[in-house]
Every structure is written in structure tokens, then in C-alpha cells.
């Protein structure tokens, strides 16, 4: 709950410290990329493809959504030698970025949002399924190698909300940015 009263007012005085933020705005500049996340919900070591698309609507804040798919799974044997086998979902977010130019080239960065985490849990009984909701915050940097094409790596803790929910976790994520 404190990372959700956190959260929430940091968007405030974003929201509060928008219009001043916007007379350096000279247009707003688009971003895509494509990564690798890590990410261990209750100890399983999983990884996810990762989209992002951005809008940074000044030098200093912009908006960024994230989506995400499994693609390496946790196997382990439960109580009773159960076979089980998880997997990561579909999972999205939404972030508010805020931005520290270094260079032209070198951005430091850091990010608050609001997601979701979908877990599926297979067994030879059959799939559970587990959609958790978190508060995301976390920094980063990215480095563009000539202006328009570039790398950034980044951290995330993932603040589920749910008591059903797997133990906060915490990602890393590094990939290709594209300015456009």
C-alpha cells in the first residue's frame, strides 16, 4: 500500500510539473524496442521477450507502455513429486518516465507504473492461471550508438497488490531502442 501512496504522487507532481516541463518541449519523439527481461516470481528464474513503445514529450518526461511474453520456464518438482512446469503470460504496463540527459547520446532514466503479471502453472492435473496487478517503479539508462539506434538496460520491481499474488519481484531488462 505504501508503494501505491508513493506511486501516486509521484504521477501528481509530474501531472503538477508538466506544464512548466512542456515550454522546453520542442516536439515530442517516438520509441520502440524489443528486449530480453529476467524476471523471479517466488524464487522461478523466468525470461520474457519484451516490447516497449514510448512517447518522451519533453527532454525531461514522457509515457511508456510494455508488453511481455515467456519464453524460457521454470521446471520443478513439488510436494508429493508433482511435475510442475511455469510460464509466464501475456503481461502488460504503463509507466510514467522521467529522464536525465547526460549527452545527447546517454540518458539516465527512471519510471513508475501500474501492471499486470500473468503466471500459468501447469501439472500433469492440469493449467492454473494467475493474473497479479503491481505498482512498478524502477531506473535504467540507454545509450544511442548514432542517434536513432541504441541500447538501455533497466531495472523494475514488480509491487504485487494481491495477498494471492507471487512475492514482489524484480526484473532486469536489457535491449534495442529506436528512435523515430
Not at 509507466?95 to 540527459?101: A, F, K, R, S, T
Not at 541504441?150 to 535491449?175: K, L, N
Request: proline share 4%.
Amino acid at each position: 500500500m505504501k508503494s501505491l501512496i508513493i506511486a501516486t504522487a509521484a504521477i501528481g507532481l509530474a501531472g503538477a510539473a508538466a506544464p512548466a516541463l512542456a515550454q522546453t518541449m520542442t516536439s515530442p519523439q517516438g520509441y520502440a524496442g524489443l528486449g530480453y527481461t529476467g524476471l523471479s516470481p517466488n524464487g522461478h528464474d523466468l525470461g520474457e521477450i519484451t516490447g516497449r513503445m514510448g512517447l518522451k514529450l519533453s527532454p525531461y518526461w514522457g509515457v511508456e507502455a510494455e508488453v511481455g511474453t515467456g519464453v524460457s520456464d521454470s521446471h520443478y518438482t513439488g510436494a508429493g513429486g508433482v511435475k510442475t512446469t511455469v510460464r509466464e503470460q501475456p503481461s502488460g504496463a504503463g509507466y510514467l518516465v522521467g529522464y536525465y540527459p547526460v549527452t545527447p547520446k546517454f540518458d539516465l532514466l527512471a519510471r513508475v507504473g501500474y501492471g499486470d503479471t500473468d503466471l500459468k502453472t501447469s501439472t500433469a492435473a492440469g493449467d492454473r492461471y494467475n493474473t497479479s496487478h503491481s505498482v512498478n517503479y524502477g531506473a535504467g539508462a540507454q545509450y544511442f550508438l548514432d542517434g536513432k539506434n541504441g541500447i538501455r538496460v533497466d531495472y523494475t520491481r514488480r509491487d504485487f497488490q494481491e495477498s494471492t499474488a507471487p512475492r514482489d519481484t524484480d526484473t532486469w531488462a536489457v535491449g534495442y531502442v529506436h528512435r523515430f
